[in-house]
């Protein structure tokens, strides 16, 4: 049957931990990692017997190494070391072992003789009942791709030798995928999944240090699925990631991401299956197919008596009315064309317990969806924890979704409108019309330690997809960047990290007590008008240095009045093909978020190019914040 597993090589903790973690993430099988058991306290049978115990099925052990094409003195030792894991496997009660192909300097590459090195190691394990698994390394001394693993299994010739493939080891070497389809199903021994994503570097690096969850790197995990199924495979299908932040994270969260992960790569395959009249696989527990988002229905906004006014003049500065109070909890909603922002000035509940850790911030997103039940029910189904808030008579229950530190997602019905009416008292018919139009992106700053998992969250549970990763510079440090964004682009979310002590990211990540909404980008159809009202209404912007305008005229063939223009109101400029966009940035509110406003001329990047700039003018603004408030303590 296939079926998912997991190594205990991806996990931290102890075994104990690692094996909890899986079952209770709904893994029914696990690779033990012999590395594992040096550091257990037990005997191995406590293993086996915790493990039947969770409902785990042992399906390997590995790794016996630089086993093949030994020299004949160290060959004798080597099966005197295959015998000892012979016996570990039968306190286990594993029957696979899994051989990885030789790094040793005085090994021999010859196909025949490393043949018939495994025929007499599948001999002696037959005669146990055990079977063998041999996989290619990438940076084996011989033998690095998997098809000269395969070709070494087939003239072996023994019916419980067979190869195990790593797609990891197989996108490394680049090596064809497509005969993977033709190979006998019974001699796949296993299938292990791990991605990475695109970086250039040597394989062992990348393998020790990079590898992810499927979904999480760059790699056509699908594609490899695809082949190894289309041979009539049936067997286990494991996940092996080595990857330091995964070992620093708590196992049950790591389990729950591979879960999550391996949930949508069956998803896609079973979509593909679909389309081409096949039958799905269905490996593992159902999953409801993703609700479409089609866009953001309001933002969030916790505040205190104290705050809430500098940012209510805020709000006014940009064009947003105050157009509604909640009927039962001191709140109110304030609109601009499409784009509804509530401002939760509550003492206690969610919002306020919000404010307690991060401060003035963004505390909810809701997102517009389809169908948005079964968005919760595949919420529920990929184990994300769901929210009930606490609702006054005839209020509207909005189902949501725990995201960045406890942040909410509220998942709403597109296009209900008239659900605003069940909880707020509008004033006289306000129509809120103003320069800005819709959401464009909200920005999500996350620990680096998190942004893999909060990437598989996005992209499994809540149904988006993902752009590649782009890196930029920040004037303390590096800025990494992968945007996230809905099927049809309604919603997108680029999802920021960043290495460095006093990056733009760092300082947010300080000040707001962990990751969450940095920046807030609205779309208007006329960006410099908006701006000279914007300005004229108090609204501070971002200084941007006049050599950013220089670079502008040197690189760009604008009119100088343009650039002038850009200048005096401190618009940032970038360029795609034929289209143009036009930006600016409101100052920091409290350190903790800004706003973007933006003006798209057929363009559909983000402005990157100008994040160096943006990151460089908010350190100097950080700066005099820092000197301002020194100068006040000597004072
Ligand atoms: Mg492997």
């Known amino acids: 049957m296939l079926r998912w597993s997991i190594a205990t090589v991806c996990m931290g903790g102890t075994l104990e931990t690692k094996l909890a973690a899986a079952a209770r993430a709904g893994f029914r099988a696990i690779e033990i990692f012999e590395n594992d058991l040096t550091f257990f306290s ?45 016996d570990l496997m039968e306190e286990l009660g594993a029957n696979l072992l899994c051989v990885c ?105 990348l393998s020790r240090h990079h590898r992810c969850f499927p979904g999480q790197g760059d790699w056509p995990i699908n594609d490899y699925l695809e082949a190894c199924v289309a041979s009539g495979y049936n067997g286990a299908i494991s996940l092996e990631i080595f990857n330091d932040q995964f070992r620093g994270a708590p196992a049950a969260a790591i389990a729950r991401d591979g879960m999550r992960s391996v949930q949508a790569a069956g998803e896609a395959l079973d979509k593909g299956r679909v389309a081409r009249d096949q039958p799905p696989l269905n490996i593992g527990r159902p999953l409801p197919a993703p609700a479409k988002i089609l866009g953001v229905e309001f933002l969030e906004f916790t505040t205190n008596p104290q705050q809430s006014p500098r940012l209510e003049s805020e709000l006014a500065g940009l064009g947003f009315q105050r157009v509604a109070r909640h009927k039962s909890k001191d709140v109110e909603l304030f609109r601009q064309n499409d784009i509804n922002i509530v401002v939760n000035r509550e003492q206690d509940g969610f919002a306020h317990s919000f404010y307690l850790v991060h401060g003035a911030s963004v505390c909810a997103i809701a997102l517009r969806y389809d169908d948005p039940q079964r968005a919760l029910e595949r919420a529920n189904a990929l184990d994300a924890p769901t929210y009930r808030g606490r609702i006054g008579p005839g209020e509207a229950l909005i189902p949501a979704v ?54 598989t969250f996005y992209k499994t549970v809540l149904g988006f997809t993902d752009d590649p990763q782009v890196e930029l510079a920040d004037p303390y440090g590096a800025f990494f960047s992968r945007v996230i964004r809905s099927e049809g682009g309604e919603v997108r979310i680029p999802i920021n990290i960043a290495d460095g002590g006093a990056t733009a990211v760092t300082r947010f990540i300080e000040t707001f007590g962990g990751g969450g909404v940095q920046q807030i980008a609205l779309s208007t159809g006329d960006l410099f008008s908006f701006v000279e009202n914007a300005r004229a209404g108090g609204v501070a ?8 305008y220089e670079d502008l005229s040197a690189r760009y063939d604008l009119a100088p009045e343009l650039i002038e223009r850009m200048r005096r109101l401190g618009v940032l400029y970038d360029r795609h093909k034929d289209g143009e966009f036009f930006h600016i940035y409101t100052k920091m509110f409290e350190q903790r978020f800004f706003f973007e406003i933006l003006e798209r001329r057929g363009y559909d990047l983000f402005g990157a190019a100008n994040t160096p700039a943006r990151l460089a003018a908010q350190a100097n603004e950080f700066d005099r914040a820092m000197r301002d408030r020194a100068m006040l303590e000597i004072d």
């Not at 785990?56 to 030792?77: C, H, N, S, W, Y």
């Not at 707020?424 to 129509?431: E, Q, T």
């Open 101 to 205: 192909s030789s790094v040793a300097e005085d090994s021999s590459g010859d196909v025949d003789q490393c043949a018939a090195d495994f025929a007499e190691l599948a001999d002696r394990a037959a005669r146990r009942g055990y079977r063998i698994g041999y996989e290619a390394l990438a940076w084996g001394r011989h033998v690095k791709d998997w098809a000269k693993a395969w070709e070494i299994v087939r003239r072996g010739d023994k019916p419980n030798l067979g190869v195990v493939l790593d797609s990891f080891h197989i996108f490394a070497r680049k090596n064809d995928i497509a005969p993977i389809a033709k190979l006998p199903p019974d001699r796949i021994a296993l299938v292990q999944l791990a991605d990475a994503p695109g970086l250039l570097m040597d394989p062992m690096s």
């Open 42 to 86: 037990g005997k191995p049978r406590q293993v086996k017997a915790m493990a039947a115990d969770l409902g785990l099925e042992i399906v390997a052990l590995q790794p016996l190494r630089d086993f093949e094409g030994a020299p004949p003195a160290t060959r004798v030792k080597n099966f005197d070391r295959a015998e000892r894991k012979f």
């Open 402 to 455: 725990a995201g960045v530190e406890n942040s909410l997602i509220y998942l709403v019905k597109a296009g209900a409108h008239d659900a605003w009416a069940q909880d707020f008292n509008f004033v006289d018919a306000p129509d809120a019309k103003g320069p800005l139009e819709r959401v464009d992106h909200l920005s999500n700053v996350v620990r680096r330690s998190e942004f893999l998992s909060w990437l």
């Open 541 to 548: 912007f971002l200084d941007i240095p006049d050599n950013y």
